[in-house]
């Protein structure tokens, strides 16, 4: 069992950066991948950002260049720099540990969320 605690989340003007981190509670959390999800109000959950446990990063298209995700394996977290936010990054973060096949397979282990809000 592995539990998730994320913070970092707040209010930033647009053009400002935020930076999440999700804690994991177990020290197997080397062995999984991590991701970032986030939802918005109305929409889906979609996933943002992922890393695997050597390190190999991906990104959703609306976000390469602006955001950089990391992974601290002797401090059993995963973060989320998040640069040039825009409003419509606006969303509930959740953080994620799971698997890579090819693509990031979600597993059962997710945080709490935290709400970032982007003002225009």
């Known amino acids: 069992q592995v539990q998730l605690v994320e913070s970092g989340g707040g209010l930033v003007q647009a053009g400002g950066s935020l930076r999440l981190s999700c804690k994991a509670s177990s020290a197997i959390f080397r062995i999984f991948a991590m991701a970032w999800y986030r939802q918005a109000p109305g929409k889906q959950r979609e996933l943002v950002a992922s890393?695997?446990?050597?390190?190999?990063?991906n990104y959703a298209d609306s976000v390469k260049g602006r955001f950089t995700i990391s992974r601290d394996n002797a401090e059993n977290t995963v973060s989320l720099q998040m640069n040039s936010l825009k409003p419509e990054d606006a969303a509930v973060y959740y953080c994620?540990?799971?698997?890579?096949?090819?693509?990031?397979?979600?597993?059962?282990?997710w945080g709490q969320g935290t709400p970032v809000t982007v003002s225009s």
């Open positions: 890393i695997g446990s050597s390190g190999t990063s």
């Open positions: 994620n540990a799971g698997t890579y096949s090819g693509t990031y397979n979600p597993g059962n282990f």
